[in-house]
C-alpha cells in the first residue's frame, strides 16, 4: 500500500459544486502539504500544516480551504468550484528533520466543466 | 521573490548518450536545493539534497552539483527507464516551503 494515499484519483465537475480531495499518510509524518500542479507552472503550495492544530496559507489559497482532522489525515476543500480549477492536485508529507525531502501522493485529477 | 528555472523544457536523446539539465535559481540565503522525478500519472519522488555550492551527489546514472547561481543533473549513458519529468526546488533559510521550477521533460529513445 501507498505511503500517501489520496481519493479521489479522477473527479469531473460542474462550476459551483463542493468538492473535497482527501489525503491520508502511514509515514507518521506531522507535515502535511497541498500542491497544485498545472502544465508550465510547475507546483504550487496551497496550504501546509505541521500538527493537527496548525494550518498555513501557501501561495495559492484562495477558492479552497483545509481540515487536519488528524495526524495522518489531511482534507483540501473548493468551496463552489471554477474551471480554472482544473489541475492535477498533489498531497506531500515530511518529517520534521528533512524538510525538504518531501513524499507525494499518486494525485488527483480534477476537472471543473 | 524566490525563483526557479529550469531548461530545457524538453530534452530527447538516444539510449547512451549522456546530457545534461539545468536549474537556476534566485534565493534570498539558500538553505537546499532538491530534485524530484516524477514519472506519468505519478506523484513525484525525491532524488537528491544539495546544501552548499561544490556539493555533489550520485544515484545511478545520475549526478548532481550545485553552483551558487544554478544546479546540474547530468545524465550519464542513460537507459530507455530514465524517461520522466525531473523537478528542480529550492528552499530558502527561514522558509517553510519549497519553490518549485516548471520541470525538463526528458524522454530516452532506444
Known amino acids: 500500500d501507498a505511503d500517501v494515499t489520496q481519493t479521489p484519483r479522477n473527479r469531473i465537475t460542474k462550476t459551483g459544486k463542493r468538492i473535497m480531495l482527501e489525503c491520508s499518510q502511514t509515514?507518521?509524518?506531522?507535515?502535511m502539504y497541498w500542491y497544485r500542479q498545472d502544465p508550465g507552472l510547475g507546483l504550487r503550495l496551497i496550504y501546509y500544516?505541521?500538527?493537527?492544530?496548525?494550518?498555513n496559507k501557501g501561495e495559492i489559497s484562495d477558492g479552497y480551504s483545509v481540515s487536519r482532522q488528524a495526524q495522518a489525515k489531511f482534507s483540501l476543500s473548493l468551496e463552489s468550484a471554477i474551471p480554472n480549477q482544473t489541475a492535477l492536485y498533489f498531497c506531500?508529507?515530511?518529517?520534521?528533520?528533512?524538510?525538504?525531502?518531501?513524499?507525494f501522493g499518486e494525485g488527483s485529477r480534477l476537472t471543473v466543466l | 521573490e524566490d525563483q526557479v528555472t529550469q531548461s530545457p523544457e524538453a530534452l530527447r536523446l538516444q539510449e547512451g548518450e549522456s546530457s545534461s539539465l539545468n536549474c537556476s535559481y534566485t534565493v534570498s540565503g539558500l538553505r537546499g536545493l532538491f530534485w524530484y522525478r516524477q514519472d506519468p500519472g505519478k506523484g513525484p519522488e525525491f532524488l537528491f539534497t544539495?546544501?552548499?555550492a561544490g556539493e555533489e551527489k550520485e544515484k545511478e546514472r545520475l549526478k548532481a552539483t550545485l553552483t551558487k547561481k544554478e544546479s546540474f543533473l547530468h545524465i550519464t549513458a542513460p537507459k530507455p527507464e530514465d524517461s520522466a519529468t525531473y523537478l528542480c526546488?529550492?528552499?530558502?533559510?527561514?522558509?517553510?516551503?519549497?519553490?518549485f521550477g516548471q520541470g525538463t521533460r526528458l524522454t530516452i529513445n532506444p
Open positions: 544539495l546544501y552548499s
Open positions: 506531500a508529507t515530511n518529517g520534521q528533520a528533512t524538510t525538504g525531502e518531501l513524499f
Open positions: 526546488a529550492v528552499q530558502a533559510r527561514g522558509a517553510q516551503k519549497l519553490v
Open positions: 509515514k507518521g509524518h506531522d507535515r
Open positions: 500544516s505541521f500538527d493537527v492544530k496548525d494550518i
